[in-house]
C-alpha cells in the first residue's frame, strides 16, 4: 500500500475516534448552545486514565475505556455544577475545569506522558484475534463504537427527557414555563457531553499507544472545525439522526484535510493555526452572505418602489 493511502487510512481512522469527542461537543455546541471549554481537559483526562489504568494497574482495557467514560461524566459535573448552582457563565465555569484538570491530568499520571507499547489494548486484542492488520482494526472498531453512540443519542434524545434538553437550547423559558427543571438538563448535557470526550480520549490513547498531558489542547476547536465541515456538507439532510452522523463525518474530512495539507509540506507546528481559520471561515462566510442577500434585497425593495 502506498504511503498516501496509508496515511490517509490513518486520517480515516483517528477523525472516526476523534468523532467520539465530536459528538459530545455536539451535544453542547449545538443543542445548548455552549462552546463547552471544559473539554480540553476531560479529552487529555479521558487519555490519562486509561494510561494510568492499563499501564500502572494492568486493568483491562475495556473497563479502562469505561473508566474513562465515567471521569468525563465528573468533569462535567463539575462545569455543570459551577454553572447551574453558583451561576457562573458556562464557558468560564468550562476555562476553571479546563485549568484544574490540567493539575489533576498531571497528578493521576505522575509524569508528562505514558507509552503503552508493551500493553494490550482494545486494538492489539482485535489484532491478535482476528489477524487483521492494525490500521483495519482500527477503522473497524471506530466505526463499530461511533455507530453504537450515534443509534444510543439518537435513542435517549427521543425520549422525554432527551427531547427536554434539546427544548431547553431550543427555548429555556419556554421549556421551564413547562415546568422543567433546565439547571437539570444543562447538568446533565454536560455530563453526557464530556463522558463522551473522556471516552474519545481513552480511544485515541490506545490508538496512539500513548497519553501525553498535552493531548487534548485544542479539542474544542477541533471539535467546532468538525461541526461546520459537517453541517456544509451535510446541512440539507434535517433529521437529527443525520445530524449526529454529519458530527463524525467531520471530523473524518477534517483529519483528511489536515493530511493532505501535512504531506504538501505544511509545518506541523502549523496546524492549530490551520483549524482556527476553518472554523473562522466557515463561521463568518455565511453571516457574511447573510448580509449580503438582506442588503440586496433592501436595495431591490427600494428602487422597486421608487
Known amino acids: 500500500m502506498s504511503g498516501f493511502l496509508i496515511s490517509m487510512q490513518g486520517a480515516i481512522s ?3 475516534l476523534w468523532g ?3 459528538l459530545g461537543v455536539y451535544i453542547t455546541y449545538k443543542l445548548l448552545d455552549i462552546a463547552d471549554l471544559t473539554v480540553d481537559g476531560s479529552f487529555a483526562l479521558g487519555g490519562c486514565i486509561c494510561a494510568m489504568l492499563v499501564v500502572g ?3 483491562n482495557p475495556f473497563i479502562a475505556l469505561l473508566a474513562a467514560t465515567l471521569f468525563g461524566v465528573l468533569a462535567g459535573a463539575v462545569t455543570g455544577f459551577l454553572h447551574t448552582v453558583f451561576d457562573i457563565p458556562a464557558i468560564l465555569a468550562g476555562i476553571l475545569t479546563q485549568i484544574a484538570l490540567w493539575s489533576v491530568n498531571l497528578r493521576i499520571m505522575g509524569k508528562s ?5 508493551k500493553v494490550d489494548t482494545i486494538i492489539s486484542k482485535a489484532v491478535n484475534a482476528f489477524g487483521t492488520e492494525q490500521g483495519i482494526t482500527t477503522l473497524i472498531i471506530g466505526i463499530i463504537i461511533a455507530v453504537l453512540i450515534i443509534v444510543g443519542l439518537y435513542w435517549f434524545f427521543g425520549t422525554e427527557i432527551g427531547s427536554a434538553l434539546r427544548a431547553t437550547g431550543n427555548n429555556e423559558d419556554m421549556i421551564r414555563a413547562l415546568g422543567v427543571n433546565t439547571k437539570f438538563t444543562k447538568m446533565l448535557a454536560l455530563m453526557i457531553s464530556n463522558g463522551l470526550v473522556g471516552l474519545s480520549g481513552a480511544l485515541v490513547c490506545q490508538s496512539q499507544k500513548y497519553a501525553d498531558i498535552g493531548m487534548g489542547t485544542g479539542a474544542i476547536v477541533i ?4 461541526i461546520v465541515i459537517g453541517d456544509v456538507l451535510m446541512g440539507k439532510l434535517r433529521s437529527f439522526g443525520a445530524k449526529l452522523t454529519s458530527a463524525v463525518v467531520g471530523s473524518v474530512v477534517y483529519f483528511v484535510i489536515r493530511a493532505i495539507v501535512l504531506r504538501l509540506g505544511m509545518d506541523a507546528n502549523d496546524m492549530k493555526l490551520l483549524s482556527a481559520t476553518i472554523v473562522a471561515l466557515a463561521l463568518c462566510i455565511p453571516v457574511a452572505i ?4 438582506m ?4 436595495s431591490e425593495g427600494g428602487s422597486g418602489t421608487c
Open 14 to 16: 483517528q477523525g472516526i
Open 20 to 22: 467520539v469527542m465530536v
Open 57 to 59: 494497574k494492568g486493568v
Open 113 to 117: 506522558n505514558i507509552p503503552l507499547l
Open 223 to 226: 471539535g467546532l472545525a468538525a
Open 290 to 293: 447573510d448580509k449580503w442577500k
Open 295 to 298: 442588503k440586496r434585497s433592501y
